[in-house]
């Protein structure tokens, strides 16, 4: 990896494992609105995952080419969905879906631009991804975070229903300033 290095940190996967456990964010109001992106674009993947990611030390795809990108988001088990607060975009998540009854959905990505943090927008959109995901019916909905995260990444996971299912150590990418 270029300009970053792989350091160890802890990280926590997280499962709910019915619908029924999902604990809804508070609507933030008719100015704020969620939706799939229905046109797969790997630019907007890209944009997301670069400035979201920032802060919180996403190296892993910051080298990929559009190519790469294309083939991630054209894939069919691959959901990005977006948050616009007074129709601007403030967050993405992207949702892999289960293979099959078995399998689990996985909200894979997830995260907010830093100028919209603080407004009640992550919970809405957490609860639509993972609503979305429940219609599907999978086994589960998985997410995973760890310490290089923002500081309330678990915490704002366990107050949507999830709960941690397991913890390690393994190395994560971290720019190198």
């Not at 926590?12 to 933030?28: K, Q, S, T, V």
């Not at 407004?119 to 429940?134: E, I, K, N, Q, S």
């Not at 219609?135 to 589960?140: D, I, N, S, V």
Request: hydrophobic share 40%; aromatic share 10%; charged share 30%.
């Amino acid at each position: 990896m270029s300009g970053s290095e792989r350091l160890p940190a802890r990280v926590w996967y997280l499962e709910m494992r019915a619908a029924g456990e999902l604990r809804p964010a508070r609507d933030p109001g008719a100015h704020v609105r969620v939706e799939r992106a229905d046109v797969p674009l790997p630019e907007l993947n890209r944009f997301f995952y670069a400035e979201v990611g920032r802060d919180h030390h996403w190296v892993d795809r910051a080298d990929w080419p559009l190519d790469r990108w294309r083939s991630y988001v054209e894939r069919p088990e691959l959901e990005t969905w977006l948050i616009h607060e007074r129709g601007t975009p403030a967050g993405y998540a992207e949702l892999e879906l289960p293979a099959g009854p078995q399998s689990s959905a996985e909200v894979a990505f997830f995260g907010l631009l830093p100028a919209f943090h603080g407004r009640g927008l992550g919970g809405h959109l957490l609860t639509a991804v993972v609503r979305r995901g429940w219609e599907l019916r999978p086994r589960a909905v998985t997410v995973n975070t760890c310490e290089l995260d923002g500081p309330y990444a678990r915490a704002h996971y366990e107050s949507r229903g999830f709960r941690v299912i397991r913890e390690e150590v393994e190395l994560r990418g971290r720019a190198i300033p």
